[in-house]
Each structure stands twice: as structure tokens, then as C-alpha cells.
């Protein structure tokens, strides 16, 4: 059974940074995008980014756009999100998916099968 732990959430205040990091167990083969996805209650849970396991290519919903990187060290099976400049409306709960295989766009969230438990990320103004 595939298994990921969301760790690195936190409080900062505007213009701060956080990286979030997933870490991955079990059977981890396979063509996949891993995504980034952020939710708050009451809400679908929105698409931040995903990097394709075939060539590293990454993808970003555009409010994130030149302040979030997203980054995989597949020695580890940890996928990294680093945010940079973050606002209070970044605040939400994170989650890290996979989507295997990657049959879909990478923000389709009813395509990910496997999920973590989430990371608060709380950005005070």
C-alpha cells in the first residue's frame, strides 16, 4: 500500500516562506504526476502544482506562479514544494496526491488515488 506524510506546514506571516516536503512508502513504481493540492473547508480541494515522474516537467495553477517551486528527490521519494512570498490567502490545509498513471491533466483531483493527511499552512497579514 502506497503511503505519503505531509510535514513542514506552518505559521508565517506575508512575504514569508515555507517548504513543505511528502514522503513516500510503499510501492512507488510507475509513471505519475505527484501534485500539491490545497483545500479548505467547505471547498474543493484546488490544484496548486504537480511535477510528471517521466521528465520532471511541472505545472502551476497561476496564483502560484513564480512563488512556488515544486521539486522531487526520487532517492528519497519526497516531493518538495518550496513557497516563497506567501499571502494570507495561501492559507489552507496541503495535501499531497499521485495520480498513476498520469491519464488526466494534473489538476484533475478526482483522478489521484493516493493522498497524505495534510499540512496547515496559516499565512498571517
Known amino acids: 500500500e502506497m503511503k505519503f506524510v505531509e510535514s513542514g506546514g506552518g505559521s508565517v506571516q506575508t512575504g514569508g516562506s515555507l517548504r513543505l516536503s511528502c514522503v513516500a512508502s510503499?510501492?512507488?513504481?510507475?509513471?505519475?504526476?505527484m501534485g500539491w493540492f490545497r483545500q479548505v473547508p467547505g471547498k474543493e480541494r484546488e490544484g496548486v502544482a504537480a511535477?510528471?515522474?517521466?521528465?520532471?516537467?511541472?505545472f502551476y495553477h497561476d496564483s502560484v506562479k513564480g512563488r512556488f517551486t515544486i521539486s522531487r528527490d526520487n532517492a528519497k521519494n519526497t516531493v518538495y514544494l518550496q513557497m516563497n512570498s506567501l499571502k494570507p490567502e495561501d492559507t489552507d490545509m496541503y495535501y499531497c496526491?499521485?495520480?498513476?498513471?498520469?491519464?488526466?491533466?494534473?489538476?484533475?483531483?478526482?483522478?489521484?488515488?493516493?493522498w497524505g493527511q495534510g499540512t496547515q499552512v496559516t499565512v498571517s497579514s
Open positions: 510503499g510501492y512507488t513504481a510507475g509513471l505519475n504526476y
Open positions: 511535477i510528471y515522474s517521466g521528465d520532471g516537467m511541472t
Open positions: 496526491g499521485r495520480q498513476t498513471p498520469p491519464r488526466g491533466f494534473w489538476y484533475e483531483r478526482y483522478r489521484y488515488t493516493y
